[in-house]
């Protein structure tokens, strides 16, 4: 078990480009979570999966934003047309059993030029 | 919709000296979960500590430990004997004990600063 990974560390875009991200739950949790943390703040729920099955979005989520977890293993996140206030750390979690809480990745930091 | 805040954005105190840091989160849920979860510099986070809403136990893990107040909905962190390694982002989170997808609700943070 190595834990949730997730890549890449950091990522600086232009403005209008796309963006994706990649996280690697742990391989037995079947439920993985996308958060956005902006610098002071506490991380907000962007969007859950169950196994492959995308469950729930947040309002957070605008159209430019798209989720997808092929076979229910790893997890991608797109950004189309990266505007410069995307820039925040997204962070990767995952668990099998939620009330004893989650395992989270350490975060892709996308800046947004 | 549930809410958390911390009220305490920074605090810093010295090593082995014992602070509290404190949450208050607004549900109308009956069962839930809170979690307390540290989140060093530029490194992940990491669960703390966890409460069950319908346990009246405070948990307790080592050095650390929470003040339950249900009625108060309050959820504050107790951490003894201070250390350098503590020195983090500490937030505080709530979650829904069924239905959904169970996600975290955090509060705003409290930087704590352990002074050598």
């Known amino acids: 078990d190595t834990g949730v990974s997730q890549n890449p560390r950091h990522k600086i875009t232009k403005r209008g480009q796309n963006v994706t991200f990649r996280c690697d739950p742990i391989s037995e949790h079947n439920r993985l979570y996308w958060y956005r943390q902006t610098l002071g703040q506490g991380p907000e729920f962007l969007t859950y999966?169950?196994?492959?099955?995308?469950?729930?979005k947040s309002r957070l989520l605008s159209d430019r934003f798209s989720a997808e977890r092929p076979k229910g293993s790893f997890s991608t996140l797109e950004i189309q047309r990266t505007e410069q206030g995307d820039s925040a750390m997204y962070l990767c979690a995952s668990s099998s059993t939620p009330g004893v809480g989650y395992t989270f990745g350490s975060g892709t930091r996308l800046t947004v030029v | 919709a549930q809410t958390v805040t911390q009220s305490q954005p920074e605090m810093s105190v010295q090593e082995a000296e014992t602070v509290t840091l404190s949450c208050t989160y607004d549900t109308s849920e009956n069962n839930y979960y809170l979690f307390w979860y540290k989140q060093p510099p530029s490194r992940q986070m990491i669960l703390v500590i966890r409460q069950e809403a319908y346990k009246q136990q405070n948990a307790t893990e080592n050095r650390f430990s929470v003040n339950f107040q249900k009625a108060a909905k309050s959820f504050s962190l107790k951490i003894s004997d201070s250390q350098l390694g503590d020195t983090a982002m500490y937030f505080c989170a709530f979650m829904k004990a069924a239905g959904g997808a169970q996600k975290l609700v955090f509060g705003q943070g409290t930087r704590l600063t352990i002074n050598p």
């Open positions: 999966f169950q196994n492959e099955a995308q469950l729930e």
